[in-house]
């Protein structure tokens, strides 16, 4: 249990850092882009293009930002195999909070009393869930689930692209909801993987779970991305929180029989709501003073919208 612990909060801190660096490279594009008068960073319906997305991509701020993800993710799968997915994801999710705070120094944002009370209530949830948190369960799913996850998670990542792609600069918060679905399907995957514990490289290659972790991973990505483009670290993080957290949880009890300590079914449910509720709040408040927080002219396109990436 301490092991899977530190794990989930290594892994937290990574993403939580790489997401903030990923945003300063998504506002130095765009500020290039901007200045360039370019043209072909948007989409018709006002949203990232591919080819923005991709420079956004190719700045070192954004790659080291990215080699942060990889390390969390790997610690993260680790976590999902050590701890029930309510706790392993929920303790992940807290990397909102170093979103935040990180984003104090370098992305310019003040966190008012709001804000950090919100915090705290994460805090506080986190060690509710600890107390309470019993056991992983022991089931991996049927074959028919894992091919159920795949054709799901494929489903989910390629409308939810085309709907983010329709809903172009309106696309922020829809982005990040599905990139957390899709991290939250990787956190299923890892966990009924077959071929980890003991090591088949067959029946690893085999198992359908491999390739929505994949696909998950690949799109997830991608969507996180755009939604940093297009909105705030801080919402764009909140609606990733929503989506890794609520539907892991409720699939690991329901389907894998996770479980918590015998009589702290009641703590389990509180800590996991506040969790939730507290990083939503968190983002919720999280708006920037002074120029960093001035809301871009509606006249002046998504290159603007671009440009204050720090806005909540």
């Known amino acids: 249990m301490i092991i899977g612990l530190l794990t989930a909060v ?7 850092t790489g997401s903030v660096l990923q945003a300063v490279g ?4 765009a500020r290039r882009e901007a200045a360039a008068a370019s043209t072909s960073g948007t989409t018709e319906h006002g949203g990232p293009s591919l080819s923005s997305t991709a420079k956004a991509a190719m700045t070192w701020e954004f ?3 990215t080699v942060l993800d990889f390390v ?10 050590l701890l029930p997915l309510f706790l392993s994801q929920t303790v992940i999710s807290a990397n909102l909070v170093i979103t935040a705070l990180l984003g104090i120094k370098l992305l310019g944002i003040r966190l008012s009393r709001a804000e950090w009370s919100s915090i705290g209530v994460v805090c506080a949830s986190l060690v509710m869930l600890a107390t309470a948190a019993g056991s992983e369960g022991e089931s991996r799913g049927s074959d028919a689930a894992h091919w159920w996850l795949l054709a799901v998670t494929v489903l989910l990542m390629g409308g939810g692209t085309l709907l ?3 809903l172009g600069s309106r696309g922020a918060i829809t982005a990040g909801l599905l990139s957390g679905l899709g991290f939250g399907a990787i956190g299923v995957g890892v966990r009924v993987l077959d071929g980890v514990d003991p090591f088949e490289p067959l029946a690893l290659l085999a198992d ?3 390739y929505a972790i994949l696909v998950a991973g690949a799109v997830g990505m991608y969507l996180h991305t755009v939604a940093l483009q297009i909105g705030s670290v801080n919402g764009a993080t909140a609606a990733l929180v929503v989506g890794e957290t609520i539907l892991p949880g409720i699939l690991g009890v329901l389907w894998l029989g996770d ?5 702290f079914l009641w703590l389990a449910i509180a800590g996991f709501v506040l969790a939730v509720a507290g990083a939503v709040a968190v983002a919720w408040f999280g708006e920037p003073d002074g120029a960093a927080g001035q809301a871009p002219d509606e006249e002046d396109g998504p290159h603007a919208r671009h440009k204050d990436l720090a806005r909540t």
């Open 164 to 166: 983010v792609r329709r």
């Open 63 to 65: 790659m080291v930002g």
């Open 10 to 16: 290594a892994a937290s801190a990574c993403y939580g």
């Open 208 to 210: 359908p779970a491999l």
């Open 259 to 263: 479980s918590s300590r015998a009589g």
């Open 26 to 29: 998504s506002r130095k594009s």
């Open 72 to 81: 969390g993710f790997g610690l993260g799968a680790l976590a999902a195999r």
